[in-house]
């Protein structure tokens, strides 16, 4: 983590754009687009960047924790074979 938090700096949050989300008394999920800008790597301008996150959250004793978050940059619908090494 400390390595991958190195390629992005001096950056801000745009929003978050929730898609869906689900809750039990013990156990949820969020889904959302992450926007924000940064600078990436040795650029010094800010670009912006948008994430899929995934976030799942674990009731134990009485406070909500997250157990999973991913995040990918893949935020539009993409036929199948575009995952297909050429």
Known sequence: MN???TNYRDGEIIGF?????YATADLG???EIE???SKVGGADTLV???LRTTTI??????VWRIVLRHADPITSAR????IVGQ
């Open 3 to 5: 390595r991958a938090a």
């Open 79 to 82: 036929p199948a074979a575009s």
């Open 48 to 50: 912006p960047i948008a």
């Open 17 to 21: 754009e929730r898609i869906a989300e």
């Open 57 to 62: 959250f674990r009731r134990e004793d009485g």
């Open 35 to 37: 926007r924000f800008q």
């Open 29 to 31: 999920y969020i889904m």
